[in-house]
């Protein structure tokens, strides 16, 4: 950035510095329609999809297809798995219990899905759920 602007104050080349800001800024790649497809089927709510059934509907093996979600997305598509279950879980609550929520959203058991909340988020459903105190950071 600092190169792109040359000198600071009104000399500085602005255009350069914008065109720079876009460079970086703007999305990539579209995702190919296959990936986004199988991304969206394994993780939308309520779904029983696997990732090697996914995989089979787009035409890609279950090792290409991880491969292609973590390269093109960022994040492992088991991970992307996880985050869906946890959304779907914590949707359940404080509606149904914690197991019920767990069971529902697919998880093995309310331990499963506990450790997955700690784990992904750095606390418990209870704790997500728990309303801040005040004083206390959010």
């Known amino acids: 950035m600092l190169a792109a602007l040359g000198r600071p104050g009104p000399g500085a080349d602005l255009d ?3 065109a720079e800001i876009t460079a970086l ?7 190919d329609p ?4 199988a ?7 309520g779904s029983t999809a696997t990732i090697g059934m996914a995989a089979a509907q787009v035409g890609y093996s279950p090792p290409r ?10 994040i492992p598509l088991a991970r992307l798995r996880l985050w869906a279950r946890l959304r779907t879980a914590m ?4 509606a149904e219990s914690a197991a019920a ?3 529902s959203a697919g998880f093995a058991d309310q331990a ?3 450790r997955t909340a700690r784990t992904l988020t750095g606390r418990t459903p209870s704790e997500i759920l728990r309303p801040p105190t005040a004083g206390a950071p959010a």
């Open 91 to 94: 949707a359940g609550l404080p």
């Open 16 to 18: 350069a510095a914008r």
């Open 101 to 103: 929520a767990a069971a």
């Open 39 to 45: 991304v969206r089927e394994t993780t939308r709510t």
């Open 65 to 74: 297809l991880r491969t292609l979600v973590r390269d093109r997305v960022g």
């Open 34 to 37: 296959r990936v986004a497809h």
């Open 112 to 114: 499963h899905f506990t």
């Open 25 to 31: 800024t703007t999305a990539g790649a579209p995702l």
